[in-house]
């Protein structure tokens, strides 16, 4: 093993065909031997960490002021991307709301003294009571007089529009950036967890995806904003990086500040500072490695909140998004029953919700949609739009159902769609359901067009809906019988308040979250910051408790997942393994299907050849003896071939290749030294070690591979996409919509 | 490597003399070569693993319905300790309370009808503003008339109580647990990262513990119970576990239940069950290995609180403990100057309290002191006793004093100490900082004394003056210059409220448990658990960011690392550790002062001396050649050796000790096969590695040791131990407390 140079500060020099300059060309920082990725690769965490490492110790042997102060500029730069992407994510989902609700009303109608005023901007200003005349309904617009004229006209238009927003957001999707279709947020965890895929993550596809997103929502497809909103904080943030070296050059750096920005954006997605960073920690699984890490997100998390708050696109400065208010603060035990049923429910349709996506995504892939994707969405928003209408708890944004349905009745405030009239409880029960059953279908469906769209706030609908009712039935239980003893708990008047149907949306809501995503600490937080119901968190937990108990048994992976697995992303989840007896010999690619460099028998003429006819991404390598000598990445192979500028004589070409200086008996002149090639942090196990060990290291310590020898000599290795693929095994379309062809086992 | 046996479920069979037998002797589940781990050291996690990957295979494989009940029934049992433990704690947390508010009443009086009730139970039943007759102050008792003579009567009582409650605290902490006293955090630490304490789980301990601190914080000292709660979760879970085999017999199990359980004695303590998972994730540092653990923490800790509002024990059904309620749910930006002071100001106040705590506690240890534990405690209380009873905010209980400091000033709910008395607002400022510095001077010694003591709710408390003042200061500028530019975003009428005092305790305290525990997530949760004060999550996030930011720059650690570094537990903290160019040979354990066990050459005589002069948990094998063969610890050299029956003839003395079947040269009759003994996850580096990767292993991986090898031959290897001092070696005192002698450098 070579390269005391790495280790040792003194031997950081500047030189200049070594090392990159900065863009002012007076500080040398060595950026040697950076490993380029193709998008498509998996990164190197502990080259990656190794290359961090070896910069910081050069800025900290500058001389004098500069080995101070260039330090603390780094750490500077990081913070200053990561509030910076906090405050533009903040302001960006502001204005992104301003923009949907705009969208949105113009399908019912307009500002006559303005056009670029929503609904409610139009009507502020009046007086209580006062009907608001400057907000035109495009009936009033037309002139038409007979109603069957005007309802057809406002169907019409809002089917429409409906229709123009999603095929223009398609359009704009499939043209410009069809990496900015879905939620993003698989992407985003695979991207973490080591994946490359800039192309994922342009300031094009950031454009793309915000304008598009807004479209998407506007149109009432069944789509949320929070998951493009995470995608659009990460391709922020992905920017940014780009103005510095340091993270341009390290793609570990790059994920750290890539990381803050998820969770700062789900805190501007929920208004929920805190789900942001616990987000971040169960769902994206990035915290768990570096508690700065957490820190950061927790910083730019607070800071994107602030920046919204501060936006104030709707002017009530509340964060909570969807506020409830409770009758009591205090809940019956009894009530227990209907919530776990609720939690049952939710178990099971998000698995039904899962399941029924994952089939039609593979109908669109394997027949003709997939040739036509604006057609489909201008068909599916087209029929949601038609459908929508006809139902009234549809035809609201869901965003303003869901709202709605958070709320308690309080005769002070009317009526809701008469959701609160206690003589038509069954037939807003059916109602609730049928729309539910209705947002379940058209879930599935929309989630995965070529629309930026979210599965979070359709998801919340749909269990608010089912909570809803069941709240009604509960309601109405206890009107008919309120002496029972299951209700001894209540006031036997049924006249006074006992049971909140409003409250038993949030936890509809909570189930339905809790089968489709499978979280459950960040999904409560989540919740109970939408919503304020911090009184009620217990009942929250024990349903989400419940609804994960119930959908684990039915599949153990959530959405993202399974649309992961199906994508086929490099992501190790971070499940609990446990292996069946198996050893490391079991994962392992055994020796004689290993290509590897022998020292000192290798030529610079075997070497090109082996370095064209293989991708992989490294090789070992192993002296005449079989003893392992070392790993060299392909791009540490030719960066170091490249510096020795050989010539291409015969001479030169069959020169051997020699890694270590000790044990060599070759002629310096017949040899070449490619010691510099070689990594510093190559991890070595025994072939007999537990499989569940390997899996572990994996996903603990981000390996790209492990070495597996024996006394010295090397038996074979294991890469993580042998693991991903031993972890996925189970799911029966892993890999079902990969892009990039199947690359050779080892090379990812 | 041998021990195909453990890799292949068909080995495993069912033989009496190899495997113990279950109580009752009807299903034979292998315990094979258990390591039996003295207190004091850290267990092998690899090793534990294996153990219970033996097991689970034992239990599959079993025939017909067994293989598939048995391991429904083991994790049958886990969630079975995990619930019982949750009610447990739900229920004593509960019970604690009413014995604390009882005892903590008997100093000023006791309840004419009924000795056992506190004041609140024995005047319940009264109509608003009806005097309650039933509780009698002691001076009404004695029929004492003159004013003179009722006070001193009250506070020699108050303060003789105080004397005598914490005393016998002491005393029975002294004589019975003395592992009960302190708050328990710090060694939950390092049990849930390896360290072997069992003394410090025992029944004996739970019991003192919590009567111990039920005295304790009725006695009026100023400690909190919450650490302590913990620390008795954990023993209750510890007893539980006792019950089942399994437990008993393997270390990780068992610490994935004490995580839980941990979890649950948060949930209680501060009736926050959100807060007490994410305690456990940051804090503890448990959850980030497994999900499943996070999640069976979250079960109990919802279970926990479902208990403890079951209970009701002070009849409010509520979990909130100090309620607040606000002015107004918004809050205007410059106020966030005041609450970046009071972040600074708990940052600087925070770490003053750690250093002087740890003055303290080492003066405490180095003087006569730590002869004399019951005097001290006496000597603290009574100086607790008599300067609290002087000053008006320290004589009330200390959560009753944190409840009215959260307190808003409401006219209709009259007066608390006068502190709404907008002329005396000078005086309370004075008042408040005056306890508040009191506070700070009697935490620091009392955090460290021989009773059960929490540092969580004194923390509040001074942050809770200090927040209180500030926002009184606030408030009087505001009446002053109600015009000012500041204050524009005020209504300009003075008289209409602008600044909620009351939260700015909230913050105060937040900013001060920012500054004395370093946690971030989980306190902010904990403290709108605690507060309800959800609206209000942004400053709150800003002031912890503040205040963690500030401290961190006067000295990395929090109070419970410092304990933990003092007292040398073998604890690797959760940080992002950078090396200065090291590698691993920096820290490695050169071969030259490495016990090894030669194959082939020591004979069973030297290795029986060799295990009785060398303590060390474990010593790796080489060959004649220097090549490194295995690992063995010293539990399973010893069971191998008796395994074999030598005798105590020449021969048998003299036989070669082997361990690897293929390579060897030497005759059947001349060595013994001690093949069983090795490890089976040996993981090897080679020392060039950087020495980050290598700490970094051990964090994540909670490794024990590392081996270091190049090409095949043995170079050394790395303990925990090594890297704990290594992490610890910026901390003066490390070691400054420490209980056990000294360990040889790899035995730990």
Redesign the interface.
């Known amino acids: 093993?070579p390269?005391g140079y790495r280790?040792?500060?003194q031997d950081v020099v500047y030189e200049e065909d070594q090392y990159e300059l900065t863009e002012d060309g007076r500080i040398p920082i060595p950026y040697r031997r950076t490993a380029k990725y193709q998008d498509g690769n998996t990164i190197d965490w502990?080259h990656e960490?190794?290359l961090e490492?070896e910069r910081?110790?050069a800025l900290?042997s500058q001389a004098g002021v500069r080995g101070i102060l260039l330090p603390v500029l780094e750490s500077t730069r990081m913070w200053f991307i990561v509030i910076m992407t906090g405050i533009g994510i903040g302001i960006a989902g502001a204005w992104l709301d301003v923009l949907v609700k705009w969208l949105g009303d113009l399908r019912e109608g307009h500002c006559t003294y303005g056009f670029f005023y929503n609904s409610n901007a139009c009507c502020s200003g009046l007086d209580a009571g006062e009907v608001c005349q400057a907000w035109q309904s495009w009936g009033d617009y037309f002139k038409l007089n007979s109603i069957f004229g005007r309802s057809l006209l406002q169907a019409s238009i809002y089917v429409i529009l409906a229709i123009a927003f999603a095929g223009s957001a398609a359009a704009l999707v499939v043209t410009y950036a069809p990496h900015a279709f879905h939620t993003g947020i698989p992407e985003i965890k695979a991207i973490l967890g080591g994946y490359v895929f800039d192309a994922f993550l342009t300031p094009w596809t950031l454009l793309i995806k915000a304008i598009g997103l807004a479209l998407a929502v506007a149109s009432g497809l069944s789509l949320g904003k929070e998951g493009p909103l995470v995608h659009v904080a990460c391709c922020m943030a992905y920017f940014l990086s780009r103005l510095f070296k340091e993270f341009r050059h390290n793609e570990a750096q790059k994920r750290r500040v890539l990381a803050a920005a998820a969770a700062a954006g789900v805190s501007v997605a929920f208004g929920s500072?805190?789900g942001g960073?616990?987000f971040g920690?169960?769902e994206l699984d990035t915290f768990?490695?570096?508690?700065?890490v957490?820190?950061r997100g927790?910083?730019a998390?607070?800071i994107a909140?602030?920046s919204l708050?501060w936006v104030n696109p709707f002017g009530t400065?509340?964060?909570?998004l969807f506020q409830v208010t409770f009758v009591s603060?205090?809940w019956r035990a009894f009530e227990l029953i209907p919530w776990v049923i609720l939690g049952v429910i939710g178990g099971v349709l998000g698995s039904l919700l899962i399941r029924l996506n994952v089939e039609i995504a593979l109908y669109r892939r394997n027949s003709i949609l997939s040739k036509m994707p604006v057609l489909e969405v201008v068909t599916v928003s087209a029929v949601t739009a038609a459908v929508s209408y006809l139902i009234v708890f549809a035809r609201v944004q869901t965003s303003e159902l869901v709202a709605n349905l958070f709320l308690e009745c309080d005769p002070a405030k009317g009526d809701y769609h008469g959701l609160c009239n206690p003589t038509a409880t069954m037939e807003n029960v059916f109602l609730l359901c049928l729309t539910a059953i209705l947002k379940i279908v058209l879930t599935a469906w929309t989630f995965g067009l070529m629309v930026p769209a979210g599965i979070f706030l359709p998801t919340i609908a749909i269990g608010a809906c089912l909570g809803r009712a069941m709240g009604l039935i509960t309601q109405s239980l206890y009107r008919a019988h309120p002496t029972a003893w299951i209700f001894l708990s209540c006031p036997p008047d049924p006249s006074v308040r006992c049971i909140s149907p409003g409250f038993y949306s949030v936890i509809g809501a909570a189930a339905m979250l809790g089968g489709v995503t499978r979280m459950?600490?960040s999904l409560?937080?989540i919740l109970?910051?939408l919503t304020?119901a911090?009184?009620h968190?217990?009942p929250i937990?024990?349903c989400v408790?419940t609804s994960?108990w119930v959908g684990d048994a039915m599949g153990k992976d959530g959405i993202y997942s399974v649309w992961i697995a199906m994508r086929r992303y490099p992501w190790l989840p971070?499940?609990?393994y446990?292996?069946?007896?198996?050893?490391g010999a079991n994962l392992m690619i055994p020796l004689s299907r290993v290509i590897s460099i022998e020292e000192g028998v290798t030529t610079v003429r075997d070497l090109r050849v082996l370095l064209k006819t293989h991708q992989f991404h490294g090789f070992p390598i192993v002296d005449s003896h079989g003893?392992?000598?070392g790993y060299a990445t392909r791009q540490e192979l030719i960066a170091t071939l490249d510096c020795l500028q050989l010539n291409e004589t015969e001479e030169d070409m069959n020169k051997k290749c020699t890694f270590s200086k000790n044990r060599l008996r070759i002629p310096a002149e017949e040899r070449v030294d490619l010691s510099d090639a070689l990594e510093?942090?190559?991890?070595?196990?025994?072939k007999?070690?537990?499989q569940?060990?390997v899996v572990?290291?994996f996903q603990?310590?981000n390996l790209r591979q492990i070495i597996f020898?024996?006394?010295?000599?090397l038996t074979g290795l294991v890469t993580k996409r042998d693991v991903v693929n031993l972890l996925t095994s189970h799911f029966p379309h892993a890999a079902a919509l990969a892009q990039h062809p199947p690359h050779n086992r080892h090379t990812l």
């Open positions: 093993m390269s280790h040792s500060r502990l960490e190794g490492r910081n110790h900290q500072p805190l960073v616990l920690l169960e768990a490695n570096e508690s700065d957490m820190w927790f910083v998390s607070a909140a602030v708050q400065a509340k964060l909570v603060d205090s459950t600490i409560v937080v109970f910051e304020g911090l009184s968190v217990l937990m024990i408790m994960k971070p499940v609990d446990r292996d069946k007896g198996e050893t003893e392992f000598v510093d942090s190559v991890i070595q196990l025994r007999e070690v537990p569940e060990l572990n290291m603990k310590l020898t024996h006394a010295g000599k």
